[in-house]
């Protein structure tokens, strides 16, 4: 059994923090599982980190299960959740269902994450009844971005706040196990923190959510500096060292230098 499951991630709030990255190759994943991360999202990010598109939009199912499952080959204790793609549960909630047992069925999950508040909560529902555990997502919804004009901080006038206030409630009360807070102003995430039951993750949210999560690939300097968002903290360079390794190959190379006498077989 997984060291971290839905059930201990709800006891957890108001207990302990949450910390989770997102991640897309059992590689990844299993260095960040060995270092005790508690969540790992296989987010539809993917798009931007991996895949070269400019949203996310363009993913699908078959990207969504191909890098779940692989996710879920190097994972030993963190819990596993897997990002339901664009028009994966729009279209009708049956549709939403049978998608979200895929994730789990075939690629390995134990939750998925969908985008929406009031209007996912009969969806999210359905999937808990189901047996299918959801975390939820408001605020800035990323697959939203096209009628949200860009990506903007969510909340800041009072009816949109209230609205979130709202969503946070609708999609706890549905059966939501936790509910990422992306781009929305700190005292309305903390607000919104004390009023539901469930942990909630924030992600340009402030410090006063139940955990935190970020893009693996901005918080360990592997996007061009300047292009992350400002809650962004690059806690490491590892752009740079893999720009400086290739270098250092290349030039080794060139000089005939490598392979050297102890790299070669006898």
Known sequence: ??????????????????????????????????????????????????LGFDTTLPVTMEH?????????????NAL???????????????????????LLQEAGADAVKLEGGVIRAPLIRR??????????HIGLTPQSVLALGGYKVQGR?????????????????AGAFSVVLECVPAALASRITEIVPIPTIGIGAGAGCDGQILVM???????????????????????????NATREYVRDVEAGTYPAAEHSYK
């Not at 969504?64 to 030993?76: D, K, N």
């Open 1 to 50: 059994m997984k060291h971290w499951t839905t059930t201990r991630i709800l006891k957890s709030k108001g207990v302990k923090r949450i910390a989770c990255l997102t991640a897309y190759d059992a590689a990844m994943a299993r260095l960040v599982d060995e270092a005790g991360i508690h969540v790992i999202l296989v987010g539809d990010s993917v798009a931007n980190t991996l």
């Open 64 to 76: 969504m299960l191909h890098h779940t499952a692989a996710v879920v080959r190097g994972v030993s």
């Open 80 to 102: 596993v959740v897997a990002d339901m793609p664009f028009m994966s549960y729009q279209v009708s909630d049956d549709e939403g269902v049978r998608n979200a047992g895929r």
């Open 127 to 136: 999937l808990a009844e189901n047996g299918i555990p959801v975390m939820a």
């Open 157 to 173: 006038e009072a009816d949109a706040a209230a609205q979130l206030e709202a969503d946070a409630k609708a999609v706890a009360e």
């Open 217 to 243: 690939h901005d918080m360990l300097g592997m996007t061009p500096a300047g292009s992350t968002a400002k809650f962004v903290r690059r806690f490491a360079e590892v752009g740079e060292a893999i720009t």
